[in-house]
Nanobody
Framework: QVQLVESGGGLVQPGGSLRLSCVAS????????IAWFRQAPGKEREGVSCISKSGDSIYYRDSVKGRFTISRDNVKNTVYLEMNSLEAEDTAVYYC??????????????????WGQGTQVTVSS
């Protein structure tokens, strides 16, 4: 059974940092590109960042460039999202998603094969 499990969310003040983790089981991340998506209340799900199978290619949405860093450890079957200088607009449920094969950008959500259950990130003073 394939599972993606996110963790690391929480409540943080503006300007603070969080590190999200996505641990995969039932599949080898060696064969999957991994993306982080987020969905705020009343808004559509949006792609935040994506990393290729090898980790050589990385993509970010404009609003998080310079603040968020995606990385992966295929030995641990884990992908991370380091989030710094958090803003209230970053408040959302964050999901990781796995896509078989590789990507050349943050592809639309329907391209992804497996999803985690999400972890809540709240940025508030």
């Amino acid at each position: 059974q394939v599972q993606l499990v996110e963790s690391g969310g929480g409540l943080v003040q503006p300007g603070g940092s969080l590190r999200l983790s996505c641990v995969a089981s039932g599949l080898s991340l060696d064969y999957y590109a991994i993306a982080w998506f987020r969905q705020a209340p009343g808004k559509e799900r949006e792609g935040v960042s994506c990393i290729s199978k090898s980790g050589d290619s990385i993509y970010y949405r404009d609003s998080v460039k310079g603040r968020f860093t995606i990385s992966r450890d295929n030995v641990k079957n884990t992908v991370y999202l380091e989030m710094n200088s958090l803003e209230a607009e970053d408040t959302a449920v964050y999901y990781c998603a796995a896509k078989w094969g590789d990507v050349d950008g943050i592809w639309a959500s329907f391209h992804y094969d497996y999803w985690g259950q999400g972890t809540q990130v709240t940025v508030s003073s």
